[in-house]
């Protein structure tokens, strides 16, 4: 059973574009979190999605950020016309529902804004 | 609102010696503790997690926590480190009232570096 995908593991952007992040749950699983890891801090919530729905976003910038989980392929999260401030890394984890459930992480993609 | 308090950013230890990573918590509500590792350039793995039950959770590669409920704590423990033990360790909550979305709020993380 494969693990939590991500792509790219690594994505370098000039301020100003956008950046498209992947996130493929573990198979079985229709719940999806994505965080967020400033350099030398914690991992912070963004959005919890369920297929096809927005749950959480309670923890999403404002502007520029978005987040869907289609009923077919992967989570998306979505950073336009990013800054320096968004380079981090960002983690998708997944989990089979229940709110005891693990969640399981993906290996995240480390984006680098120049 | 749910905090996680770390107390230590950096814990050297010697190899074979014991060690304790503390991690403190408040919350309205109760929770769930989970201790995650990470390797570097690595996701997150899980280690253990205490829902109910007995407060000495047991986890993977040697590690246990102990939750306290009274003290509001949830430290990880391990009797005898190894060189491979050197990693960062998050301890993370998810409280499960109505309306928990099971979303985790984390720590900001010890790192453990085990020398020889």
């Known amino acids: 059973n494969a693990g939590v995908m991500q792509n790219p593991r690594h994505l370098v952007r000039r301020r100003g574009q956008e950046a498209r992040l992947r996130c493929s749950p573990m198979?079985?699983?229709?719940?999806v979190y994505w965080y967020r890891q400033l350099p030398e801090e914690g991992l912070k919530f963004m959005v919890y999605l369920q297929k096809e729905n927005i749950i959480d976003e309670s923890g999403m910038p404002k502007e520029r950020f978005s987040a869907e989980f289609p009923k077919e392929g992967p989570s998306i999260l979505r950073i336009q016309q990013v800054v320096r401030g968004d380079s981090a890394a960002y983690f998708c984890?997944?989990?089979?529902?229940?709110?005891?459930?693990?969640?399981?992480f993906g290996p995240g993609t480390r984006l680098l804004v120049l | 609102a749910q905090s996680v308090t770390q107390l230590d950013s950096q814990v050297p230890v010697f190899e074979e010696a014991p060690v304790e990573l503390r991690c403190n918590y408040s919350s309205s509500v109760s929770v769930y503790l989970f201790w995650y590792v990470q390797y570097p350039n690595q996701g997150l793995q899980l280690l253990l997690k205490?829902?109910?039950?007995?407060?000495l959770v047991k986890g993977i590669n040697g590690f246990e926590a102990e939750f306290n409920k009274s003290q509001t704590s949830f430290h990880l423990r391990k009797p005898s480190v190894h060189i491979s033990d050197t990693a960062e360790y998050f301890c993370a909550v998810s409280d499960y009232g109505s309306g928990n979305t099971g979303k985790l709020i984390f720590g900001q993380g010890t790192t453990l570096q085990v020398k020889p």
């Open positions: 984890a997944s989990s089979p529902g229940n709110r005891q459930e693990t969640q399981y």
């Open positions: 205490y829902l109910s039950g007995s407060t």
């Open positions: 198979k079985g699983h229709s719940h």
